[in-house]
């Protein structure tokens, strides 16, 4: 299945990014979510990102370093690291 989200061309301006970066920061950022939420598991989130399970963690470590939005009750937090 494929989900098409059109932006404005000055989103991709603002952001100084092509499509294809953007449309990959985008799979990221929803498969950091789903898994700080305990929606899905690190295998599926890392399928959604594009990424095997080991770049998926580094990603969610470095957005954890960076204050993204990890919440406290995620499984990874409550399991008191990323393994």
Request: aromatic content about 4%.
């Amino acid at each position: 299945m494929t989900l098409t989200i059109e932006l404005p061309d000055e989103v991709y301006e603002t952001l100084r990014r092509s499509p294809a970066e953007v449309q990959k920061e985008m799979r990221l950022a929803a498969a950091i979510r789903w898994y700080s939420q305990g929606l899905m598991s690190q295998e599926r989130t890392a399928m959604v990102a594009g990424l095997d399970r080991t770049d998926f963690l580094m990603a969610l470590a470095r957005e954890k370093r960076e204050g993204g939005c990890i919440p406290s009750g995620s499984r990874s937090a409550r399991a008191g690291n990323l393994a």
